[in-house]
């Protein structure tokens, strides 16, 4: 049975993961995604799994990359400066290929920058914080409800694709209260990873099924395979040649490229016959929507769309949308990241037009309607 | 007992070499190890023991085995 | 190795990957033989171990092994340990890799008291990256970052365990590898975070710089230079220094940390059920 409750965006993000079988979380408090670990810290042992504060941001990747390979669901929470420190092991899960969530409520940086001020200011890290190559998952939900849909969504990824999915909320939507209507956790569609058919001695921990993706056994299930971050070849093991290199790395690329289609999540708005759209994410879109429709109301022909999935980013979506209007503006909590996606998949067909906002405030649909009037005008 | 040495596991440390009390176990002229007169090995078990690449195995029978 | 250990080890993947002479491979050994004697479900043994020449020995134990990142061993163990507290989680670490870049992890591991073994195979070099100076590097021993002398004072593994609450802490080396794996079997058994302190020789990275000898006479020095827990307790800190102290260090009785945790689950479904 649903239930109608007035919660914010975090607690929505907790609620959820708990409804998809998420049972580890490890983290380090900072602001503004504290919520998420105090809610887990209550709930989890109510039902049985656990809760753990590390000693640093580092650790609670470490712990929930470890509790997931012993077979559950597990994610952690942070925000800016931790998301930077988890860098290193979001590219160990990456390449280790580990199911975990790392949910970032971004703030304005860098550095300690206004550790209360929403921002949209991590959105190259989530593709490219870690180093070397690799596809990345990002989600950003645009509404508590959103959020708590968009969370499903990343445990799913994460258990499907073996790899560590980000979800980009912001101190807008992780602190922002709404009344909304809570699904029946019987509902969800959850996703489990793919256990392996075969006798222990017969498993390959790296060997990938037509959809890119190994089976993933838990330790202590008796199957004795090796796990490492080195470049390694079916088994697991530790493997330099050239073509066993190149086939991993394009692997980790191409298991999520194979299935944009599913990954991708939008909504596009008052797009059939707009001349001018606006691309928005995260705590930008309400502000944007507002925008819109009073530039509809004034008779301008103007259209809207959400980037739920930023990573991999919705080329497809873009494109066809930078074919049939003249200009294209993208406001963003940041100097200007994701507007340079767009231009690349417009790639000349529209007029792109950046709509930065670094002052730690968020953007008012006047804001965004003024530019929008000069455009459009 | 017999002494099995898996010889392409020896790097020549010299470790058994030096603890081996009847010197019984020299290097080749290619670094690895064999055995000299196995007839004076006392099954002491050191080679076993100290060898860091586990290439000494004493097992039930008599002799050397090398694989 | 004997017959009765080598099932426990991936044979395959054999010679491993360590310089002629390196006493890594006597640890592992030892590692191996503990096991074995304690007759440990292969099926419920996981080794996670973190990076530099010493962890590489989780990739020949035959069992769930897990090589994560520099320095975050312990970690990945304790999100394996309080997930699924029915294995036995068992950490390869070296100087560096515990102390240095990690020393963060271990230090609250043993303060949480959570029921891990951690082996450091201790050869006082950074041996991967071609000896530079670690936490345990002697001080005025040359490394390839200290070629005037190494001019900082080390840890001593053992003092920073019990200062920071593990409550077994033992040292052995690999010249007293009969030793060594006995602290490991009563590391093991020990209901809590257990660290082993593993004297290893690196004739590679730091005999040559040093002067040390061939790897039998680094051995030698390990002779030589240990004394046991019980002959130290009549020397005097002057006939002691430039020692080691080998043997059982400390025990003690703590609560372990996923035992406390099942009370907090006792105590939230308690609570949850008013």
């Known amino acids: 049975m649903s239930r109608v409750v007035l919660m914010q965006g975090n607690q929505a993000c907790a609620e959820a993961a708990l409804a998809a079988g998420v049972r580890f979380f490890a983290g380090y408090p900072i602001t503004p995604s504290t919520e998420v670990a105090e809610i887990f810290a209550a709930r989890l042992p109510r039902l049985g799994g656990k809760f753990i504060q590390m000693e640093d941001e580092i650790a609670g990747m470490g712990a929930v990359c470890g509790a997931s ?20 092991l979001i590219g160990y899960a990456a390449m280790a290929e580990i199911p975990v969530v790392v949910v970032n409520v971004q703030r304005l940086g860098p550095s300690t920058g206004k550790p209360t001020a929403p921002a949209q200011g991590d959105v190259m890290q989530a593709r490219w914080g870690t180093h070397g190559d690799r596809a990345a ?21 994460s258990e499907k694709f073996r790899l560590p999915v980000i979800i980009l909320l912001d101190e807008i939507i992780g602190h922002m209260r709404e009344k909304i209507a809570l699904p029946d956790p019987s509902t969800l569609r959850i996703i489990e990873r793919k256990k392996p058919a075969v006798p222990s001695g017969e498993y390959l921990a790296y060997k990938p099924d037509d959809d890119g993706v190994a089976p993933l056994a838990a330790f202590g299930d008796g199957y004795h395979y090796h796990v490492t971050g080195l470049v390694h070849d079916e088994t697991g093991f530790p493997a330099g040649s050239a073509s066993i290199t190149a086939d991993l790395i394009t692997r980790l690329h191409t298991k999520v490229y194979n299935a944009k289609s599913e990954i991708t999540l939008f909504d596009e708005y008052f797009m059939e016959d707009a001349e001018t759209a606006v691309v928005a994410y995260g705590g930008t879109f309400r502000s944007a929507m507002a925008a819109v429709k009073e530039a509809r109301a004034k008779g301008n022909k103007v259209g809207l769309i959400k980037l739920i999935t930023i990573w991999p980013f919705a080329d497809e979506v873009v494109a066809r949308a930078a074919a049939k209007v003249g200009t294209m503006i993208v406001p963003e909590l940041n100097y200007g990241q994701l507007v340079g996606e767009v231009h690349r998949a417009a790639n000349g067909r529209a007029h792109i037009v950046s709509l930065p906002k670094v002052d730690g405030g968020v953007f008012t649909p006047q804001e965004i309607l003024s530019v929008l009037d000069k455009e459009v005008g | 007992m017999a002494l099995e040495i898996k010889k392409e596991w020896c790097k020549g440390c010299g470790i058994c070499v030096h603890f081996c009390p009847k010197k019984v176990l020299v290097l080749d002229e290619l670094g690895k190890i064999f ?9 002491c078990g050191l080679c076993e023991l100290r060898c860091p690449d586990f290439c ?8 050397e085995k090398v694989s | 190795m004997e017959q ?7 044979t395959k993947h054999l010679a491993h990957i360590w310089c002629p002479g390196c006493g890594n491979g006597t640890v592992l050994a030892a590692t191996v033989r503990a096991i074995e004697h304690l007759g440990l479900d292969q099926d419920k043994t996981v080794i996670v171990s973190g990076i530099g020449c010493s962890s590489r020995a989780s990739g020949y134990m035959n069992f769930d092994t897990l090589h994560t990142a520099h320095g975050r061993a312990l970690t990945f163990a304790t999100g394996i340990k309080l997930a699924r507290p029915e294995l036995t989680v068992i950490v390869l670490t070296g100087d560096g890799d515990a102390t240095a870049i ?17 082996i450091v195979f201790n050869n006082g070099i950074y041996g991967m990256t071609g000896g530079q100076y670690s936490p345990l590097t002697p001080t005025g021993s ?4 200290a070629p005037y002398g190494h001019i900082e004072r080390p840890f001593d593994i053992a003092k920073l365990a019990i200062a920071a609450g593990a409550t077994y802490v033992a040292r052995g080396s690999a010249y007293h590898t009969k030793m060594l794996a006995d602290v490991i079997i009563k590391g093991i058994e020990h209901t809590g975070f257990s660290v082993i302190d593993a004297v290893t020789q690196c004739p590679t990275s730091f005999g040559r710089k040093n002067k040390m000898g061939a790897p039998a006479a680094m051995l030698e ?12 307790a009549k020397l005097t800190p002057e006939q002691l220094a430039g020692k080691f102290i080998i043997g059982e260090l400390h025990r003690s009785e703590a609560p372990e940390y996923v035992a406390e945790y099942d009370k907090v689950i006792a105590r939230a479904q308690k609570g949850a059920k008013k």
């Open chain 1, 69 to 88: 390979l012993a077979g559950v669901k597990a994610l952690t929470a942070t925000s800016g400066p931790g998301f930077s420190l988890k860098q290193e």
């Open chain 1, 137 to 157: 998952i990002a989600l950003s939900p645009t509404s508590v409800r959103e959020t708590y849909d968009v969370t499903v969504h990343a445990i799913n990824f």
């Open chain 2, 35 to 43: 055995t000299r007169d196995i007839d004076k090995c006392v099954e």
């Open chain 2, 56 to 63: 000494f195995t004493l097992r039930k029978g008599k002799g």
């Open chain 3, 4 to 10: 009765s250990v080598e099932k426990l080890l991936r």
């Open chain 3, 102 to 118: 990690g020393g963060n992890h271990f230090i609250h591991a043993a303060r949480r008291n959570i029921d891990l073994t951690t």
């Open chain 3, 142 to 145: 040359y490394a390839s970052t």
């Open chain 3, 221 to 232: 020095w390990q002779r030589d230079n240990a004394v046991t827990v019980e002959a130290a």
